[in-house]
C-alpha cells in the first residue's frame, strides 16, 4: 500500500485532534455501556440450555480445525507488518515483525484499535528502537492492506448478489450489489495505479506517497483477501456447515464494518446481532449463539490469552536485556 510521510501539525491543529480523541473515547464508553445493556436485556430471552446443547455437540476435531484455520489467519495477517518494514528500512527480524502484529492484532480484535493496532504495537516496535512516527506509518500500511483485501472479498461477495439482508434492515434488494462492484472498482484502480505509478515517489495532499510494484500490491492483496476467507472458513466450520460457506463469510464481513461503525471494542452484541437477522430464518437461533460463542472463543479469547503471554514474555526478555545491558 501507499508509503506516506505526514507533514509536522500546527499546535492549534493537534489541540483539536486531541479534542476530537477525547470526544470519541466518551462516545466509545457510552456505546459500551448501550451495547451491554441491550446484551443483557436480550440475553434474559435466551434459551441457553439449548446453546449449551448446542456447543456440547462440539466434537474434538472440529474444534482442532477451527483452531488451525485460526492459526492459518494470524499468520497471514503477522505478513502485513512485513511490508511495512520494507517500506520503512527498519532492520527486526522477520519472526520479531510477526509476532509483534499477531500479538496486535489478538489485541485488536478484543480490545479495539487504539490498544491493539496502536498502543501494543507501539510499545513493543519502539523497545526495539522503531521511532514512534515509522511505527505509525507501519500501522498505516497495515490497516490499509487488511482493506484493501476486505474491498477485494466483499466486493466479490456482494457484487454476486449472494446474500439477502432481512427485510427489517429496510436495506434496497440493489444496495449490495452496487457497493460490491464499487468496490471491485476500487480495487482494479489501485492495481492499475500500482502498475502505472508503482515504486515512485509523489505527493497528494501534503503528504510524500510512495505505491508499491504491481507486483507487491498483488501480494498483499492474496494474502489480505486470504486472511479475511479464513476467518469466514472458522465461523463456516463453527456453524458445522448448516449454512453456505458464502452467505457465512458475508456475515462476518457485514459484521466487522458493523462493529467498527457501532465503536463497540470486539463487536460485542454486533457479531451476535449480525448472525441471528442473517442466518436466523435457516438455522436455530440456539445454534447460531453457539456458533457465534465458539467462534469468539477459538478466533478471539484464545489468541487474547495467548497474546497475553506473549506480551508479557517480550517485556521481561526486554527489560532484562536493558538491565545486562
Known amino acids: 500500500m501507499m508509503n506516506s510521510r505526514p507533514l509536522a501539525l500546527h499546535p492549534a491543529e493537534m489541540k483539536r485532534r486531541i479534542n476530537w480523541i477525547l470526544l470519541g473515547k466518551w462516545i466509545t464508553i457510552g456505546l459500551v455501556a448501550g451495547a451491554a445493556i441491550m446484551v ?6 435466551v434459551d441457553w440450555h439449548a446453546v449449551f446443547n448446542a456447543l456440547r455437540s462440539y466434537a474434538a476435531p472440529q474444534i482442532a480445525i477451527a483452531a488451525a484455520l485460526t492459526a492459518a489467519s494470524f499468520m ?4 502485513f507488518d512485513l511490508f511495512g518494514r520494507h517500506y520503512i528500512g527498519h532492520t527486526l527480524p522477520s519472526w520479531r515483525v510477526m509476532l509483534i502484529t499477531s500479538i496486535s492484532y489478538a489485541f485488536n480484535l478484543t480490545l479495539g484499535s487504539i490498544l491493539g493496532a496502536a498502543g501494543i504495537r507501539l510499545r513493543l516496535y ?10 505509525a506509518r507501519i500501522i498505516a500500511i497495515s490497516v490499509a492492506i487488511n482493506w484493501l483485501g476486505y474491498a477485494a472479498v466483499a466486493g466479490v461477495l456482494f ?3 449472494k446474500v439477502r439482508l432481512p427485510t427489517a434492515w429496510d436495506v434496497a434488494p440493489t444496495t449490495l450489489p452496487l457497493i460490491g462492484w464499487a468496490l471491485i472498482a ?3 484502480i489501485y492495481l492499475v495505479a500500482t502498475l502505472v505509478f508503482g515504486d515512485r515517489n509523489f505527493t497528494l495532499g501534503g503528504r510524500r506517497m510512495c505505491l508499491p510494484k504491481a507486483s507487491t500490491a498483488l501480494l498483499e492483496l492474496v494474502l489480505a483477501a486470504g486472511n479475511w476467507m479464513l ?3 472458522v465461523f463456516y466450520w463453527l456453524l458445522q456447515q448448516r449454512i453456505s460457506y458464502p452467505l457465512t463469510l458475508a456475515v462476518v464481513m457485514v459484521s466487522s464494518v458493523a462493529g467498527i461503525v457501532s465503536r463497540i471494542p470486539g463487536g460485542i452484541g454486533v457479531l451476535e446481532a449480525v448472525s441471528i437477522s442473517i442466518l436466523a430464518p435457516q438455522l436455530t437461533e440456539a445454534k447460531v449463539l453457539a456458533g457465534v460463542l465458539a467462534y469468539r472463543a477459538i478466533y478471539y479469547l484464545s489468541p487474547l490469552l495467548l497474546a497475553t503471554l506473549g506480551y508479557l514474555t517480550l517485556e521481561t526478555l526486554d527489560r532484562r536485556r536493558e538491565a545486562s545491558s
Not at 443483557?40 to 430471552?45: G, K, T, W
Not at 497471514?76 to 505478513?79: A, E, N, V
Not at 519502539?126 to 511505527?135: L, S, W
Open 76 to 79: 497471514l495477517y503477522s505478513c
Open 126 to 135: 519502539q523497545q526495539q528502537g522503531v521511532k514512534a512516527m515509522d511505527v
Open 231 to 233: 476467518m469466514g472458513a
Open 159 to 161: 457484487a454476486a448478489d
Open 40 to 45: 443483557v436485556s436480550y440475553a434474559r430471552h
Open 186 to 188: 476500487t480495487v482494479a
